[in-house]
């Protein structure tokens, strides 16, 4: 009797052993617990308030240490609409009340750093800081969420997003990684507390910062995801130069940089590393664009800025380009992967993105004389004193647009003279410029190509009503068919009917790390999955 | 001497005010504004408003005499105040940096006077041999190879020759740890950019110690010291390298005020989180205060330096002190 219970208990065992193996996706390994992760940042963040700040030096040594309400699914980072709750229980909640509130369910076991737990009161709190912060408070991205009408806590563990309309822009909005949560007693006490300290619930503790060398974080015993973080801490040096980050990797004193590098470097560290270095790559959701000054002539004619778009030759030069520098998918106005982006036959409807080389330049030819250009000038072209892609890019262009016969010079500044001239001097004929964002939102991030009296970012002075009217109409459209639609209407209008502004190519993202980083998975922005907390180290 | 002292001294106030003024006026021709820098420089979407807040907060939307008076009642009460682009005090951001970057100094000063005094010295005493030639060749090849280049070539070399001979890279840490908490680990660090430093500045002591033995081993005291017999060794070392050590004491002393702040590439080579690289970056970032206090900090150092050189010069050279 005894030795059947036995066989049957073992005979179960193994069942159960065999159905979790049958579980696991093949090749899966179960994640080790400890060890430090270096990884090298190339800057540092100004503040520690990621509310005010923009960059993603703040986001890589500092998401760690925070939680988000809904992030994008780290076990899934490459799809664009793939998100998840992160405090918040459940599925990400479907809209209700025709499609106008959200209602958020919050975990109960969420404790921040210093013990106190997390209500739905502090969630409100930082939504309320991002949304509509005070005087003398300064919130990047309170624009994202122009269709909220209220933020407000029922009770401990519910939070209620009401809409003034449906919005396809507001669940990636949410997932925007700088939307750290932070605890209401501070910020009642002090709106400006969390730029000089770290108080968040996420799976790290903030351990002690060198400033300018390196921020330092220990395993949080008490987050919310049982068994998780894997790694008992991580150090975030701050390294300038890609060239030491790179030898840093070679050199084993970081396992991985988190932003992305070049081919030239990832060839380099496959050729020296071999199989100890893992290289991941993906399309970035950053974009080359080139900006054309509407007030300078001939700039201002539609046919001469219609003729800049039709010399390039994106479809070869993504292919030559994409061996030198970090830029490759040719794509339009939204990015690439998303399902409101163009496929290729709507591309090439598009000027500039014409199959037939020959025929686009003899179109632009053909535009430049008829409006009258004088080909013996020679025009500014504004660029960034930055390797990748910008002098790369800027250079080709410089040659694409000789091949019709307009000679430009390049002027190439610092960041921030780069910028007066974009911005203040407007003293440019065409400037190189860019749109890199964090979590994709078509919606919101093709808000660049608004007239300037709209958008901030729009820096080559036109206004465009027609392309204004279709970007409302999307943005408060719920119906993602016609959403595709107005998007296609207002990429044709500013890239080829009003000829705008222009699109060169879109980024390519190449991590290369040391193969004994596991769990880590690449998105398409830098900005993204940088919780860490289901990374581990295989060593 | 101590009228001389004293001379030097007062010198100082009209030095700093000069040199405050001057940058201060020179970072406000500089075309950038840190807003923007901090709030579009990555190219991501931004508020409007948010730029305008920012320039509140920083001060910037104040009238530029009111900014200058504030520096220079600052500079009075040697209160920096704090940086723009970080919001930390200046003080303890220079304070952090200044530790290394006076370690590497210090250490490219061994170097240099360790490697330049006796080769420039056998330079000279063996002038036009094959000794004079290669020391030349060695001293000059220093000042034309760029620090920071053969910063590069020692970090290359290191990961090759490691991986060759033990079959993993190794390179020098790219974290800081101080010499008193784990000396190894400190000097693993900071003895390869001392030595890229250094040879560039013992190459430049190299060619003025010789140059200076040259001219004073023709001076008639060293040729009577010689036809009273003395013995050569004690000519050169007692009579000769004294006096000739007074303009090699000048080049060490402005190369010595250089390297604190003035790596601004080997630093980042190295990653040393020192003075060269918080400089490039506050000036990069369009942080006024912090590069206004860093100028001041270096022409502080200078004056210092300057100052001690003077003070040697007088030891070294009864006339000085006498006149």
């Known amino acids: ?539 | 001497m101590y009228r001389y002292i004293l001379k030097r001294l007062l010198l100082v106030i009209p030095t700093l005010f000069g040199a405050a003024l001057l940058v201060f006026t020179l970072l406000r021709l500089i075309p950038g504004d840190i807003c923007v820098l901090r709030m579009a420089g990555t190219g991501g979407y931004f508020d409007e408003a948010a730029i305008q807040t920012c320039r509140v907060e920083m001060g910037t939307d104040l009238p530029v005499v009111g900014q200058f008076f504030s520096f220079i009642w600052g500079l009075l009460r040697f209160d920096f105040g704090v940086s723009m682009w970080t919001g930390q005090p200046i003080i303890s951001e220079v304070a952090l940096r200044f530790e290394l970057s006076l370690q590497v100094a210090i250490m490219a000063t061994i170097v240099a006077i360790l490697v330049a005094v006796p080769l420039g010295t056998i330079s000279a005493v063996k002038q036009n041999t094959w000794i004079d030639y290669l020391v030349r060749c060695i001293s000059i090849a220093g000042i034309a190879i760029p620090s920071f280049w053969l910063g590069i070539m020692i970090i290359l070399g290191l990961l090759l020759t490691s991986q060759h001979l033990f079959g993993t890279p190794w390179m020098p840490p790219i974290t800081y740890r101080p010499i008193w908490e784990d000396p190894l680990y400190n000097l693993s660090m900071l003895i390869w950019p001392a030595v890229a430093t250094g040879y560039r500045y013992s190459a430049v002591a190299t060619r003025m110690t010789r140059s200076a033995m040259l001219e004073v081993l023709r001076e008639d005291y060293v040729r009577t010291a010689r036809a009273k017999g003395l013995w050569e060794k004690l000519i050169i070392r007692r009579h000769a390298l004294k006096n000739a050590m007074l303009p090699v004491i000048t080049v060490i002393g402005i190369e010595f005020a250089f390297l604190i702040g003035g790596l601004v590439v080997t630093e980042q080579v190295f990653n040393l989180n020192g003075l060269g690289k918080l400089f490039v970056e506050s000036v990069v970032n369009n942080d006024y205060t912090m590069t206004q206090a860093l100028v001041m900090l270096v022409v502080m150092v200078f004056i210092f330096v300057n100052f001690l050189v003077d003070i040697c010069y007088a030891w070294l050279d009864p006339r000085i002190r006498y006149s």
């Open chain 1, 1 to 539: 009797m005894k030795s059947i219970r036995l066989k049957t208990a073992c005979a179960v065992l193994a069942g159960i052993a065999i159905g979790m193996s049958a579980a696991l996706p093949a090749g899966a390994v179960t994640p080790k617990h400890g060890g430090i992760l270096k990884f090298v940042v190339p800057a540092e963040p100004p503040s520690f308030d990621a509310h005010r700040e923009t960059t993603f030096a703040l986001i890589h040594p500092l998401r760690p240490f925070y939680s988000l309400l809904i992030r994008v699914n780290p076990d899934n980072p490459s799809s664009t609409t793939d998100f998840v709750c992160d405090v918040c229980e459940g599925p990400v909640p479907k809209p209700t009340d025709g499609g106008k509130t959200y209602t958020f369910k919050i975990r109960k076991d969420v404790k921040f750093h210093n013990g106190d737990h997390l209500f739905a009161q502090d969630v409100v709190a930082t939504y309320q800081k991002i949304i509509s912060p005070p005087a003398g408070v300064v919130s990047a991205r309170k624009a994202y969420y122009v269709m909220v009408d209220s933020v407000t806590a029922p009770d401990h563990f519910t939070v209620v997003f009401k809409l003034k309309y449906p919005s396809g822009a507001f669940i990636p909005a949410l997932a925007v990684p700088f939307n750290f949560l932070y605890q209401k007693s501070q910020l009642d006490q002090d709106m400006h507390w969390y730029e000089k300290n770290i108080n968040g619930s996420g799976a790290f503790r903030f351990k002690d910062r060198e400033a300018g060398a390196v921020i330092r974080g220990v395993r949080n015993p008490d987050y919310f995801v049982k068994g998780r973080p894997y790694l008992d801490g991580f150090d975030a040096i701050f390294a300038k130069k890609e060239s030491l980050r790179v030898q840093a990797i070679r050199g084993d004193r970081a396992a991985i940089e988190f932003r992305g590098f070049p081919p030239k470097s990832r060839d380099d560290l496959v050729k020296a590393l071999g199989k100890d270095i893992t290289v991941e790559t993906s399309d970035w959701n950053c974009v080359l664009l080139t900006t054309i000054n509407h007030k300078r002539k001939p700039f201002d004619d539609v046919r001469v800025r219609r003729a800049l778009t039709l010399a390039i030759d994106r479809w070869g030069g993504s292919q030559y380009l994409s061996k030198i520098a970090i830029v490759k998918t040719v794509g339009g106005i939204v990015f690439p992967g998303h399902a409101l982006a163009a496929n290729k036959k709507e591309l090439q409807e598009i000027a500039g993105y014409w199959p037939d080389l020959k025929k686009s330049r003899a179109e632009a030819r053909k535009l430049l004389k008829e409006a009258g250009v004088d080909l013996s000038k020679t025009y500014y072209f504004n660029n960034r004193a930055v390797d990748q892609p910008y002098k790369i890019v800027g250079t080709w262009l410089i040659d694409q647009w000789k091949q019709v016969g307009l000679k430009f010079e390049q002027h190439v500044f610092p960041t921030g003279p780069f910028y007066d001239v974009l911005r203040q001097k407007k003293e440019y004929d065409v400037s190189a410029d860019f749109n890199c964002q964090s979590i994709v939102n078509p919606l919101v991030d093709v808000s660049k190509f608004l007239s300037d009296d709209r958008s901030g970012s729009q820096y080559g002075q036109w206004q465009d009503r027609e392309v204004d009217a279709l970007f409302d109409k999307m943005n408060q459209s719920a119906d993602p068919k016609e959403q595709r639609k107005l998007m296609r209407e207002m990429e044709k209008l500013t890239l080829d009917t009003h000829a705008n502004g222009f699109i060169t190519l879109w980024w390519n993202r190449i991590i290369p790390h040391r193969s004994y980083v596991k769990g880590w998975k690449i998105s398409p922005s830098h900005y993204l999955n940088q919780s860490l907390d289901n990374v581990w180290l295989d060593k």
